[in-house]
């Protein structure tokens, strides 16, 4: 039994991350191609899909010459995150497709990856279940990005399981049910897609677009775990982290690309929490911005006033 997997990559003008990060996937994919896993009987037909949202570095052009079996669907820029999901999905909608398989350009997989994925969806044959992998950092420390994340709708409190600990505890090595994870190594069968619908392109262009679909998921019944066997690394250095001065952070609050745009954070939280108490954490969660922004401002102050 053959089936379909599309893997949905969006890129955006950083040419030098693709490049890793489809070399690295492929490798992958390679390896199971040539496994014992793989044979007439049970295999994949992985199809990559790449959504270049108006890259102006070449990206594009480079994928169409180092990689001619991959599918490219172009935007104009004004995409994000969820937009270019969204035209993935779109370009599916009516072919033989049942998982896809989310993706970030600026992950490699083990490289048994793909072996890994076989057996769990040949084993289990679930379609009512969402899978995530287990997120390490990309450095050799050992360190975890994340093995899921959960949310409290009465305290609106978000946890991302695992962040900053080390692979040798046994608890991290449990699958486990979740509440949501973010885009990156997230099996999603395309029945659950026909049920839930697209990603909330309008509402959470950027952030919050991954979490808003696995809790509408939710809300229909459907299961969400971590597998931590799928195993995966993300770039530190490509995640965006908060070195915002004042003057920067103010201007974040408005910006479609910032994790900290308030007008998204008060929907997301106007949508799924259950309490009004749980605007407190959001509260607590821009006081913290803030603040690293007043400290990041006097500490460049200091610098130039002492180098003056």
């Known amino acids: 039994m053959k089936i379909d997997i599309a893997i949905i990559i969006p890129v955006h003008n950083r040419i030098e991350t693709s490049k ?44 169409k010459d180092n990689f001619q079996e991959v599918t490219i669907l172009n935007g104009n820029g004004n995409l994000w995150w969820s937009g270019s999901i969204n ?46 992998s287990k997120v390490l950092w990309d450095d050799d420390s050992g360190q975890i990005f994340n093995v899921g994340c959960l949310f409290n709708p009465k305290t609106g409190k978000k946890t991302i ?9 046994m608890i991290y090595k449990k699958t ?3 509440d949501w994870c ?43 775990i971590v597998f931590p066997k799928l195993l995966i690394y993300n770039n530190r250095e490509t995640t965006g982290t908060n ?29 799924h929490s259950t309490s009004s108490f749980a605007y407190l954490e959001l509260i607590k969660k821009y006081k913290i911005f803030f603040i690293g922004a007043i400290r990041n401002s006097l500490s460049k102050m200091f610098i130039y006033e002492r180098n003056s």
Request: aromatic share 12%.
């Open 87 to 132: 035209v993935a999905l779109n370009y599916i909608i009516d072919k033989d497709v049942k998982y896809v398989l989310l993706w970030n350009d600026d992950i490699r997989p083990a490289l048994n990856y793909f072996c890994v994925l076989h057996l769990w969806i040949y084993e289990n044959k679930k379609e009512d279940t969402i899978v995530s």
């Open 176 to 178: 486990r049910d979740i």
């Open 182 to 224: 973010g885009g990156m190594g997230v099996l999603i069968p395309k029945k659950i897609i026909d049920e839930v619908g697209f990603f909330d392109e309008i509402t959470f262009p950027q952030y919050h677009g991954d979490a808003d679909f696995m809790l509408r998921a939710k809300n229909k019944n459907k299961q969400i």
């Open 243 to 271: 070195n915002e001065n004042l003057t920067m952070a103010i201007k974040s609050i408005t910006k479609i690309g910032s994790n900290y745009n308030l007008k998204k954070d008060i929907e997301f939280y106007r949508r």
């Open 20 to 63: 890793i990060g489809l070399k690295a996937i492929y490798d992958s994919v390679n390896f199971y191609k040539e496994s014992k896993l793989n044979n007439d009987k049970k295999t994949f037909n992985i199809q990559i899909i790449v959504v270049d949202d108006g890259s102006t570095d070449g990206t594009g052009d480079w994928i």
């Open 161 to 169: 399981l695992g962040l900053g600990k080390y692979d040798d505890d």
